[in-house]
């Protein structure tokens, strides 16, 4: 069994660690009774171990519907006095914000950590979104590690500080604390046997009551009254370090993964022991005491964070309240630091050097070098896997499409999942908004998508489009089994209670597999691989009042285009649940079934390109241009592509699927 | 045996196409980085520190400072064939990713990747080691772009850096019977070029560790396949 935790390594041990599976670690090691999830990249894996983990080492996990249930359920173990951590991504928090925000009035009893993996430049998410200025939305501690190491610490340590606040405590990850691997030092795994606890008075401070009296206001003042304590805490944090350099008066203060790349920084300059330096692992509140005597010390402070200018914001702050003189810079200042993207130690270095009196490293021969060598690069766009069951969808609908007429702009809104690469495009072509007299059709399946905001969003724009009236085209919506439960019930129901002419295409591939191949609630498994019941996505949609669900197999490209067409025909909203198994996780339980048998006759295949816009990346032209080619190692057998030929050029065995193992529910991917 | 660059850390990149084993490989050299790190302190511990003299090479990354290994990873939202890039940094390191010019080895899984990461990155008195077999992009496979020549891109890497070993890591994995050892074979070759602060047992051992179940001695294999094949192209010169 993989020990991703090194559960069986003695304490004291050094590994090299995945920062997720760091921060899953610090749980373990502080005696963890509950964790909750759901998956969101960059912070899947910190739930995928424990679930892993759970029942060995005798506490539950679980992937949840939800961040906002997810949430709920963590929050309902800390009432009671357990142990409980809840991790998602950015936009998680965004779904549980009600619950995040609402908590702290009522505080809790046993340790509540809230473990949001932020993404600077946006590498698996719909925004940039910042969480740490929630936690003082939240009026709650915030941590901010700079590396798995650290991060281990702070979630180890949070359960006991929480404790003692009675308060929830955030620990803010990033894609590159979250994802990047470090050398770690195991602790003790620490057991903490507790009963759970409750009891009915009001007074308690786990138990708030919101209709009782004296309710929120005094809920709200017994919060503030814990924010000195909170201080208390951030002024002897060990997590923030403060080390003066005598005579200097230029100053750096850098927080989490900001301060591993300031350190760089400030070493490459050889400034060591010449700038003030004060390193933050505390996110909020800041430790004023240390910031206002660096403060004090300097005349140029600069600092450095990865998201907005959110310390930047604070330290201004405790310039204005200390009388300092000292000019604060960072991000928010036109530095050559900007407020999107991540941050690196070359921007640092830019930023620093002048400060210092420096001139910053530049080399403009090797630059015009560079930018000659670039130009020679040629694009590599995401793509859907080989073999990929939304792959014959897209193709269903893209042929239903094709029928309508020609002048029809259709719109189509993308939930997030796998299936929203439909929607990057190929990165080769050059569009401008100059174009936007044209009519554009989409060349493949990869521009097909118009719109992907945020989980459960495509119905209720959809129904948004039609019920302002849009007529150019078809309106369709898209998600996934994950999604369909996480944010698109509520859509599903107001679509069947409000109306609007949308089809809400859902395909089930059984998992949420963009994120790792986590068990969804139509896998027929939960987290920790124990069998459970697979919900049923057709019968849930008629039990929320859709009186029309179809139903379609994405391995038999004919049955989508029908079940399509025979949507269009009906009134309101139609649902029509197109199922096929994730082909990488089909071909993890059959690898040794599969032949290399889907060919192409070149001498049928007459090079008309058909093929290619279906986008599985095992097709592809030959060396010589002109005839299709299927990559043999590449191709996973599922037969889209012969469907797709004209010509019938293209021969593959029938497509075998069948369900998850541990699944009761009948099978539903099945294609013949 | 490379001796650490000014910032006190050996900056190596593994460029490759998710599916190809470039994580793995990092992982492997992090793990390494920490084994040998242990040996030395053992080693200290009996006092036959100057025995291990290969070893002295870690030690020089970071004087007086314990080793820090630090793996930056960058990838898409694909599930396969997008283009992974890990940063494995050990010495000194604090970061997850190699500062613009710092890598001093890259190790290439796939070549157009390989000039992708070199630009930014690699340092002009860097290596790249690097697979000639190409893993075709859809942009390439739909008509709707070129991919380069390999004559170019291993032209451009030499303008880049210091040397360029570059063979068909693939072909030779497929020699061996399996396609999927290809990662290390790289790792083997780069092992040869001696820039990498392990040494061959260490990393040997680690590979041993870490690859899946039942394949040890075909990786073990492979890396010795890739370390030959490194010492012949250096040996005949006909490194580029």
């Known amino acids: 069994m993989k020990d991703d935790l ?16 760091a921060l899953a670690r610090g749980a373990v090691e502080a005696g963890v009774h509950l964790v909750t999830a759901y998956p969101g990249t960059p912070s899947s894996e910190i739930a995928e171990a424990l679930c892993d983990a759970a029942s060995e080492q005798g506490f539950h996990a679980q992937w949840s519907t939800n961040e906002k249930v997810a ?83 702070m979630v180890r340590q949070a359960f006991d500080i929480s404790e003692k606040l009675e308060l929830p405590v955030m620990v803010r990850s990033v894609s590159r604390v979250s994802h990047g691997s470090a050398n770690v030092t195991l602790g003790e795994i620490r057991k903490v046997q507790r009963r759970p606890h409750f009891n009915k008075h009001y007074g308690f401070s786990y138990r708030w009551d919101v209709y009782g009296p004296p309710g929120t206001r005094f809920r709200h003042e017994w919060l503030l009254r814990q924010f000195p304590k909170i201080q208390a805490y951030v002024d002897e944090s060990p997590f923030n370090e403060l080390v003066m350099a005598p005579g200097g008066r230029l100053g750096v203060i850098a927080s989490g993964l900001g301060s591993a790349y300031a350190l760089e920084a400030i070493r490459t300059l050889g400034l060591e022991g010449k700038v003030h330096w004060c390193k933050l692992g505390v996110a909020f509140p800041l430790p004023e005491k240390k910031v206002a005597e660096v403060l004090a010390a300097c005349d140029t402070l600069l600092v450095v964070e990865e998201g907005i200018d959110w310390i930047e914001t604070l330290v201004r702050g405790i310039a204005q309240k200390t009388g300092a003189r000292c000019r604060v810079t960072g991000k928010g200042d036109g530095l050559p630091i900007p407020l999107y993207g991540e941050i690196n130690t070359d921007m640092v270095i830019a930023s620093l050097a002048p400060l210092a009196g420096k001139r910053a490293p530049a080399d403009p021969k090797r630059k015009a070098l560079k930018d000659e060598l670039s130009a020679g690069l040629c694009p590599r766009s995401s793509t859907l896997c080989a073999g990929c069951p939304h792959l014959g969808a897209y193709w269903g609908l893209r042929q239903a499409l094709q029928k309508q007429g020609k002048d029809s702009v259709h719109i189509l809104n993308g939930d997030i999942g796998c299936y929203e690469q439909a929607g990057y495009g190929i990165f080769a072509e050059n569009l401008s908004s100059a174009d936007d007299h044209k009519v554009w059709k989409a060349q493949s399946v990869y521009e097909m998508l118009d719109t992907i905001y945020v989980m459960g969003s495509a119905l209720g724009m959809a129904q948004g489009q039609s019920l302002a009236g849009y007529d150019r085209g078809k309106i369709v919506a ?39 191949h986590q068990p969804s609630p139509t896998t027929g498994r939960v987290g920790d691989g124990r069998s459970a019941v697979s919900l049923d996505i057709v019968e849930t949609s008629k039990a929320l009042g859709v009186k029309n669900v179809l139903q379609a197999s994405a391995f038999d490209v004919k049955s989508v285009k029908e079940a399509i067409e025979k949507a269009w025909t009906l009134e309101g909203a139609v649902i029509v649940v197109i199922s096929g198994e994730c082909r990488l996780q089909w071909l993890r339980r059959h690898r040794k079934d599969v032949r290399p048998v889907t060919k192409v006759d070149p001498d049928r295949c007459n090079g008309c390109g058909i093929c290619l816009p279906l986008g599985c990346p095992a097709l592809g032209l030959g060396p010589d241009g002109k005839k299709t080619e299927i990559d043999q190692i590449l191709c996973n057998s599922c037969g889209l592509c012969a469907q797709v030929c004209a010509r019938q050029a293209i021969s593959a065995a029938p497509v075998e699927t069948e369900t998850v193992k541990a699944g009761p529910v009948k099978n539903e991917g099945g294609a013949k | ?30 793990k390494a980085a920490i084994r040998q790190t242990a040996a030395i302190r053992q080693t200290a511990a009996i006092g036959q520190t100057a025995a291990i003299r290969q070893t002295a090479a870690i030690r020089q990354t970071a004087p007086g400072r314990p080793v820090k290994v630090r793996i930056g990873e960058t ?3 694909a599930m396969r064939g997008g283009k992974v890039f890990s940063h494995v940094r050990i010495g000194d390191a604090r970061a997850p990713l190699t500062a613009e010019d710092g890598a001093d080895i890259i190790i290439g899984l796939e ?3 390989t000039l992708r990461v070199a630009i930014p990155y690699l340092s002009p008195e860097g290596v790249c080691v690097v697979n000639t077999a190409k893993y075709i992009p859809a942009d390439v496979k739909m008509g709707r772009a ?95």
């Open chain 2, 146 to 240: 070129g991919y380069p020549e390999m004559d170019s891109i291993l032209a451009a890497l030499k303008r880049l850096g210091r040397q360029v070993i570059s063979f068909d890591a693939t072909a030779a994995a497929q020699e061996l019977g399996r396609a999927a050892v290809m990662n290390t074979i790289m790792l083997g070759a780069a092992s040869a070029t001696g820039l990498l602060p392990m040494d061959e047992k260490t990393l040997r051992d680690t590979i041993a560790e870490e690859a899946p179940a039942g394949t040890a001695e075909l990786n073990m294999k492979a890396f010795d396949r890739g370390r030959e094949i490194a010492q012949s192209l250096s040996k005949t010169g006909a490194k580029s």
């Open chain 2, 75 to 77: 990838y898409g939202a």
């Open chain 1, 71 to 153: 949430i709920d359920i963590a929050a309902g173990a800390a009432l009671v006095g357990m142990r409980s951590l809840v991790a998602m991504k950015s936009a998680g928090l965004n779904v549980a914000m009600d619950t995040f925000v609402t908590v702290p009035y009522g505080g809790v009893k046993g340790g509540f950590v809230v473990v949001v993996a932020d993404d600077p430049d946006a590498h698996f998410s719909s925004t940039e979104h910042d969480s740490r200025p929630l936690a003082k939305q939240a009026e709650i501690l915030c941590l901010e590690p700079a590396d798995g190491g650290e991060g281990k610490e």
């Open chain 1, 478 to 516: 898209i998600a996934g089994d994950s999604s369909f439960f996480h944010g698109n019930l509520p859509a599903v129901a107001n679509a069947a209670w409000n109306g609007g002419n949308v089809l809400f295409m859902v395909l089930d591939n059984r998992w949420t597999a963009m994120t790792g």
């Open chain 2, 1 to 30: 045996m490379s001796t650490a660059n000014s910032t006190g850390t050996i900056n190596v990149i593994v460029a490759g196409v998710g599916g190809q084993g470039s994580i793995l490989a990092a992982h492997i050299l992090g």
């Open chain 2, 111 to 113: 070549p157009l990747e």
């Open chain 1, 6 to 21: 090194h559960l069986a390594a003695r304490p004291g041990t050094e590994a090299v660690m995945l920062g997720n599976h």
